[in-house]
């Protein structure tokens, strides 16, 4: 087993409720700053209901009602005290659909610097949005462009974009959602090669469909099931030499 260092997140008997529908039950994990950790598991089995809780993304679900505690840095992020705007600076979000702005290229990466005052003026914004474009791989590409309309730009691109606009504030945990799976295999490797580069910079956790794809990206994973995690660990051991019934039949194929 990898040594796990201080956890950067850890969520603890976490219980979520949609109305009186339970969608994740007691589910408990540790994020950690030196590992991609990847949530497998079937459609509908949770996995992208608990990535929401870390950064309390269900909060903009009316019925939605998160139960047991999640810590930043041993910080509850679910106190009263927490500011959630700044928690979503902290815990960045990258959604499964591209969602630029309908703005240039530069105002997308531009706009979160901006508004929580992370830039003094022009030319440290330029820093920032040159800075965070190259981390996302993207700076070559659009360079001369920034005016352009971030809409324009194809699939993987776009997507590309919203990481260097996450990565933009600084946070400390990027969230990916099914990041690749609107996208073509070639843009989706350079996700992946992304995922790579970012990594240990970052504490990152990817929902993802594809086990290829958790078997490329991530050191830890963590397989649900019907709303529960049955089993967490190094991916490697999770793949080869999984301990569950549930996760090995999942991982053959016999479900999914």
Same mark, same amino acid.
């Given at each position: 087993?990898?040594?796990?260092s201080?956890?950067?997140m850890t969520?603890?008997?976490?219980?979520?409720?949609y109305g009186?529908k339970?969608a994740?039950n007691d589910v408990s994990?540790?994020i950690?700053q030196?590992?991609?950790t990847a949530?497998i598991?079937p459609?509908?089995?949770?996995?992208s209901t608990f990535?929401?809780?870390?950064n309390r993304m269900?909060?903009?679900?009316a019925?939605?009602?998160v139960?047991g505690?999640?810590?930043?840095?041993g910080?509850d992020?679910?106190?009263s005290?927490?500011?959630?705007?700044?928690l979503r600076?902290?815990?960045g979000m990258v959604f499964q659909?591209?969602?630029?702005f309908?703005?240039?290229i530069?105002?997308?990466?531009?706009?979160?610097?901006?508004?929580?005052?992370l830039?003094?003026?022009?030319a440290e914004?330029d820093q920032?949005?040159e800075k965070s474009?190259r981390r996302?791989g %993207?700076w070559?590409?659009?360079?001369d @462009?920034l &005016?352009?309309?971030g809409t324009a730009?194809?699939?993987g691109?776009?997507q #590309?974009l919203c990481i260097a606009?996450?990565?933009?504030?600084?946070?400390?945990?990027?969230?990916m959602?099914e990041p690749?799976?609107?996208?073509?295999?070639i843009?989706?490797?350079?996700?992946?090669? %992304?995922?790579?580069e970012?990594?240990? @910079?970052? &504490?990152?956790a990817?929902?993802?469909?594809?086990?290829?794809q958790?078997? #490329?990206?991530?050191?830890?994973?963590?397989f649900?099931?019907?709303?529960?995690?049955v089993?967490?660990?190094?991916t490697?051991?999770?793949f080869?030499?999984?301990r569950e019934?549930?996760?090995?039949?999942?991982?053959?194929?016999?479900?999914?």
């Open positions: 087993m990898t040594d796990i201080t956890p950067k969520a603890r008997g976490i219980n979520v409720f009186d339970q994740i994990i540790d950690t030196e590992d991609v949530f598991g459609s509908g089995c949770g996995k990535l929401r809780t870390l269900n909060d903009t679900i019925n939605a009602r139960e505690q999640i810590a930043l840095d910080e992020i679910y106190a005290s927490m500011d959630v705007v700044q600076a902290r815990v659909k591209p969602n630029p309908p703005k240039s530069y105002e997308n990466v531009a706009y979160g610097p901006r508004i929580h005052g830039a003094t003026g022009k914004l920032i949005v474009l996302a %993207l070559d590409e659009v360079k @462009r &005016a352009e309309s730009l194809s699939g691109q776009q #590309r606009r996450a990565i933009a504030v600084n946070p400390e945990v990027i969230l959602d690749c799976s609107a996208l073509d295999p843009a989706t490797a350079k996700i992946e090669e %992304l995922i790579h970012l990594r240990g @910079r970052y &504490a990152i990817i929902v993802t469909h594809n086990m290829q958790a078997a #490329r990206v991530s050191q830890r994973t963590a649900f099931h019907l709303g529960t995690l089993e967490y660990g190094d490697s051991e999770i080869t030499n999984p019934t549930r996760t090995k039949d999942y991982i053959t194929g016999r479900y999914g």
